[in-house]
Each structure stands twice: as C-alpha cells, then as structure tokens.
C-alpha cells in the first residue's frame, strides 16, 4: 500500500500523523462502470476493506464508511458491506474527466457526507501493463482546525493572507480546493490504469481465443482426416471382396 502526501503546504498532513485524532473516517473508493478490465476494481475494493477493518480494529470509538464512485466498486461493496455504503455515484465516464466534474463530485460529497478524514482509494498508473494501488488522504477543515490548534500543524499565522477571509474561511477553501484537486488527479490516474488493463485484457483474450482456435482447427482436422481414411478403408476392402468373390 502506497499513502502519499498531497499539498504544498505542511498543513495539509495525511490524517494519522500524531496528534491528529480523527474518529469519523470515509473510505472513498474509485472503481469503473464497465468490466472486461482485469482485477483494476478488484485490487480497489480489496484495499478499501482492509481499511475498514484496520478502522475497526483502532477501536469502538472509529467509525468508518464507504463512498463509491463507479458500477462496478459498487456492486461488490454491495455484498456485504450495504449497510456501510453511505453514498454511491455511478455513470462518470460517460462524461469527459475535467477538474469542473471533480469539483462537481467534491461539492455533492461534502453536502451529503460528515468526515473528519476521507481515504482515497484508486489505482496509480505505472505502465500499460501495471498499476499500483495507492491511498491520499484529505483532511476536512475542523480536522485542519483542531491540527494547528494542538501545534501538530502550522499555523497559518506563519502564512501571508490576502484579503478580509478568516482563519476558518481559508481552511474551508483549502479543504475543498484540495479535496478537488486530489481527486481529480486520482480519477486520471485510476482511467489510464484502467485503459491500459483494459488493453492488457482483451489483448490476453485475444491470444487465448486465436490458441484455442488453433486447437479447435487441430482436432477438427484430425477427426477429418480420421473419417476419410476409414471411408477409403471401406471401399478397399469392399473391392477386395468383389474381386475375390
């Protein structure tokens, strides 16, 4: 598993740094509407349940749920895990991916959910043939709040601000800004890694179905050539025994 930092300031810190004491944490997890990919949704639900149970485990106080983006990522979550399933959005990719449908997506998520933290789960593009499964963190702005309160984070004091906005209206902007971004960022990576497990598929089914047609032509040949050999069998030996008789 891969958790990366995102952000360029160090107030934007993945949610278990020390100190940081987070009890309402949303797994969200990105899958696709379409199959014939490989294991690409498969690898995504995996870690998103391994999350749930480490959330479990931490203690009775954590409490976790999912938010799934994709068919796919939901009809396996759906399985046994619907009654922690607090939002699902479905049909994205018919629609171009653009930082305007990533913004759109953040502002549906954070008007209908309540988060201290949101785990990102998606896929990492590496080559055509390879991907790896990564997880960024998103804090929400009582989170970031609660963080330089404590000192475990900067203090935006230490920061140049433009402008009449407070201390909590920067970080509410921040959060959303950063949860978009992120994001966004995510939905690219996870639809090349799609792409190219989706080619890597359908080019080892491609090898599979042009092997077993080879095998199909074999066997039909020999069972052919079988027949035609046992017919000129029959009419020898039938001329043979007109000619003795």
Do not use: W
Not at 11 to 16: E, G, R, V
Not at 22 to 47: A, E, R, Y
Not at 118 to 142: D, G, R, W
Request: hydrophobic share 40%; proline share 2%.
């Amino acid at each position: 598993m891969q958790c990366r930092e995102f952000g360029v300031l160090p107030l934007l810190t993945k949610f278990d740094s020390p100190g940081v004491d987070v009890k309402k944490k949303v797994i969200l997890t990105l899958s696709s509407d379409k199959g014939l990919c490989g294991g690409i949704n498969s690898t995504s639900v995996k870690f998103s349940k391994a999350l749930m149970r480490l959330t479990a485990a931490s203690g009775p106080d954590k409490e976790a749920s999912y938010i799934v983006i994709g068919e796919k990522g939901k009809a396996q979550l759906q399985r046994d895990s619907r009654k922690n399933i607090k939002m699902f959005i479905t049909e994205t990719q018919k629609l171009p991916i653009n930082f305007s449908l990533a913004s759109t997506l953040t502002d549906e998520i954070l008007r209908t959910v309540q988060f201290d933290a949101i785990h990102l789960v998606f896929n990492k593009f590496q080559t055509v043939v390879s991907y790896l499964p990564t997880v960024a963190t998103i804090l929400s702005p009582e989170t970031m709040a609660n963080g330089v309160e404590t000192g475990k984070m900067s203090d935006l004091s230490n920061y140049e601000i433009e402008g009449s906005e407070t201390q909590a209206e920067v970080l509410q902007n921040l959060s959303e800004f950063q949860f978009a971004s992120v994001l966004y960022n995510a939905m690219l990576e996870n639809a090349c890694s799609e792409m190219g497990a989706r080619m890597s598929a359908m080019d080892n089914s491609a090898k599979n179905a042009s092997d077993m047609l080879d095998r199909l032509t074999l066997s039909y040949n020999r069972s052919r050539q079988a027949q035609i050999t046992t017919e000129l069998i029959e009419i020898i030996s039938g001329a043979a025994a007109l000619e003795a008789s």
